[in-house]
C-alpha cells in the first residue's frame, strides 16, 4: 500500500497518479504524458525519454513535475541522508530517506522523490537545466532505484583482464 502525505489524494495506480498530478513547466506544443518503455518498465512522462513510446499503455510508473502545486514531501538534510557519492560537492549524487519517500538529489541538475511502492517520481529541476540532462539522471540513478524498490536489483558490473581470464 502507498502511504501518502495528507495533503495529496491516493493514487489507485500510476495512470491515475499521471492524471492528479499533471506535469507542468513543459512546452505547451510538448505531447503530454507519453508512455516509454525502458529496462522493463512502462513509463509515463511529459519529458520525452529514449525507448519506444506507445499510446494508451497503463503505465508502471509517472514522472512528473508538480510545479509548486503539491510540497516536496520530506526536506533533505543530514538527519535523512543516507549516501553521497565521492564527486560531491562538485557534481554526482544523494540518496535520502523519509517517511518511506526517498530523494535522489543529482547536484546540480535536480531533486527526484521517489514515492513508496515506487510507483510515482516528482522531479524538481534546477533553473535552467537541459533536458538531455534531465533525461540521463532520469534513467541512470532514478530509474535505477525505481527499480530496486520493484524488487529488480540492478547492477553494475566491471571487470578486468589478468591473463587469460576476466575478473
Same mark, same amino acid.
Given at each position: 500500500?502507498?502511504?501518502?502525505? /495528507?495533503?495529496?489524494?491516493?493514487?489507485?495506480?500510476?495512470?491515475?497518479?499521471? &492524471?492528479?498530478?499533471?506535469?507542468?513547466?513543459?512546452?505547451?506544443? %510538448?505531447? #503530454?504524458?507519453?508512455?516509454?518503455?525502458?529496462?522493463?518498465? #512502462?513509463? /509515463?512522462?511529459?519529458? &520525452?525519454?529514449?525507448?519506444?513510446?506507445?499510446?494508451?499503455?497503463?503505465?508502471?510508473?509517472?514522472?512528473?513535475?508538480?510545479?509548486? #502545486?503539491?510540497? #516536496?514531501?520530506?526536506?533533505?538534510?543530514? /538527519?535523512?541522508? $543516507?549516501?553521497?557519492?565521492?564527486?560531491?560537492?562538485?557534481?554526482? $549524487?544523494?540518496?535520502? %530517506?523519509? %517517511?518511506?519517500?526517498?530523494?535522489?538529489?543529482?547536484?546540480?541538475?535536480?531533486?527526484?522523490?521517489?514515492?513508496?511502492?515506487?510507483?510515482?517520481? %516528482?522531479?524538481?529541476?534546477?533553473?535552467?537545466?537541459?533536458?538531455?540532462?534531465?533525461?540521463?539522471?532520469?534513467?541512470?540513478?532514478?530509474?535505477?532505484?525505481?527499480?530496486?524498490?520493484?524488487?529488480?536489483?540492478?547492477?553494475?558490473?566491471?571487470?578486468?583482464? $589478468?591473463?587469460?581470464?576476466?575478473?
Amino acid at each position: 500500500m502507498i502511504s501518502l502525505m /495528507r495533503d495529496e489524494t491516493p493514487p489507485e495506480s500510476a495512470e491515475r497518479a499521471s &492524471a492528479s498530478w499533471a506535469a507542468v513547466g513543459s512546452p505547451a506544443d %510538448r505531447a #503530454r504524458g507519453a508512455c516509454f518503455g525502458f529496462y522493463g518498465l #512502462r513509463v /509515463r512522462s511529459d519529458l &520525452a525519454l529514449p525507448g519506444p513510446a506507445g499510446a494508451g499503455l497503463v503505465a508502471d510508473v509517472c514522472f512528473v513535475w508538480p510545479n509548486g #502545486r503539491t510540497g #516536496r514531501p520530506f526536506k533533505p538534510c543530514k /538527519r535523512n541522508w $543516507i549516501y553521497r557519492s565521492l564527486e560531491f560537492p562538485r557534481g554526482g $549524487i544523494e540518496l535520502y %530517506r523519509s %517517511r518511506g519517500w526517498y530523494c535522489v538529489r543529482s547536484v546540480g541538475v535536480g531533486d527526484f522523490f521517489v514515492s513508496p511502492g515506487a510507483s510515482l517520481v %516528482r522531479c524538481y529541476p534546477a533553473p535552467a537545466v537541459p533536458e538531455p540532462v534531465m533525461s540521463t539522471v532520469l534513467l541512470g540513478p532514478v530509474s535505477a532505484l525505481v527499480l530496486e524498490l520493484r524488487g529488480l536489483p540492478c547492477l553494475h558490473a566491471s571487470c578486468v583482464q $589478468i591473463g587469460d581470464a576476466a575478473v
